[in-house]
T-cell receptor
């Protein structure tokens, strides 16, 4: 249980292109979804937190007009990197938390397998 | 916001028990401690979660002392496939959702040696 699917797994595109990444919770309803960015040999950096039907909360230093997040349903969130440039190349990872009681009072995050974005 | 401190790296021989300790001196009353495993070019995978004392599942044990200022992930009899980065995360993510500032630490790179 608690499977999160992220698509695509890898994207290579030209500078100036907009790229959309999808994150789906396959077998549970995701109350909250998180988007992270990870550079090589570094830890995960939280970009934004989103709840279904409401605007995402972006972390300091993350441009909300650059990284558009939509959490339209309890099973789907999307991250769109608009007008991507080489410095946006990174590993993007989403996670989701559910509402079940399996884990008691705290919901662990369940992660997708990430999207490797390469901007030429 | 509870920060975490872990050793940057550890080596262990195959078949040995590995204990990775995480310090979280500023843990809040409602915070839980969750451990994740990450392989290269993959998302982190949930290992175990606890609030206090000891928790055990099929793959690991988690020891949390009474003051909760640290926690230890114990991996019994590691194999080569356990080579990965292990993160401890301290956070309160309730069923009701909402905004939570989640901060991953540096993680511990475990290298299992044959």
């Amino acid at each position: 249980g608690a499977v999160v699917s992220q698509h695509p797994s890898r994207v290579i595109c030209k500078s100036g292109t907009s790229v959309k990444i999808e994150c789906r919770s396959l077998d549970f309803q995701a109350t909250t979804m998180f988007w992270y960015r990870q550079f090589p040999k570094q830890s995960l950096m939280l970009m934004a937190t989103s709840n279904e039907g409401s605007k995402a909360t972006y972390e300091q230093g993350v441009e909300k007009d650059k990284f558009l997040i939509n959490h339209a349903s309890l099973t789907l969130s999307t991250l769109t990197v608009t007008s991507a440039h080489p410095e946006d190349s990174s590993f993007y990872i989403c996670s989701a938390t559910g509402t079940g009681r399996r884990y008691g009072g705290n919901q662990p995050q369940h992660f997708g397998d990430g999207t490797r974005l390469s901007i030429l | 916001l509870a920060k975490t401190t872990q050793p940057i790296s550890m080596d262990s021989y195959e078949g040995q028990e590995v204990n990775i300790t995480c310090s979280h001196n500023n843990i809040a009353t409602n915070d839980y401690i969750t451990w994740y495993q990450q392989f290269p070019s993959q998302g982190p995978r949930f290992i175990i979660q606890g609030y206090k004392t000891k928790v055990t599942n099929e793959v690991a044990s988690l020891f949390i002392p009474a003051d909760r200022k640290s926690s230890t992930l114990s991996l019994p009899r590691v194999s080569l496939s356990d080579t990965a980065v292990y993160y401890c995360l301290v956070a309160n993510l309730p069923n009701s959702g909402g905004y939570q500032k989640v901060t991953f630490g540096t993680g511990t790179k475990l290298q299992v040696i044959p």
